[in-house]
Nanobody, 126 residues
Framework: QVQLVESGGGLVQAGGSLRLSCAASGSIFSINTMGWYRQAPEKQRELVATITSGSITSGSSSDYADSVKGRFTISRDNAKNTVYLQMSSLKPEDTAVYYC???????????????WGQGTQVTVSS
């Protein structure tokens, strides 16, 4: 089994900052891509940011939704199996439940699978 536990959500005023964390644990052999999605009320879940694992010869690469470019930064600590999302210049439209995911190669079965966190609420007041 693989578990993802998120933390760091909360209520913040527009223009403020929050940092989300997501730690993966369990029967993990390796983690490929990690990332964050969000879902606002009555809207579809949308991709926020992703980050690859990188390699010995090259660092990880990241990608962002256009709506958060320049304001959000994704990073990861491979030794801790943890992904972070630093959110700055927050806007009311960033209000949503944020879900982390990790594409994991488990020690229990072949193949990579996506695992999800339980979600953390981010509310930005105007």
């Amino acid at each position: 089994q693989v578990q993802l536990v998120e933390s760091g959500g909360g209520l913040v005023q527009a223009g403020g900052s929050l940092r989300l964390s997501c730690a993966a644990s369990g029967s993990i052999f390796s983690i490929n891509t990690m990332g964050w999605y969000r879902q606002a009320p009555e809207k579809q879940r949308e991709l926020v940011a992703t980050i690859t694992s990188g390699s010995i010869t090259s660092g990880s690469s990241s990608d962002y939704a256009d709506s958060v470019k320049g304001r959000f930064t994704i990073s990861r600590d491979n030794a801790k199996n943890t992904v972070y999302l630093q959110m700055s210049s927050l806007k009311p439209e960033d209000t949503a439940v944020y879900y982390c995911y990790a594409r994991v190669l488990s020690t229990l079965m072949p193949g990579e699978y996506n695992y999800w966190g339980q979600g953390t609420q981010v509310t930005v007041s105007s």
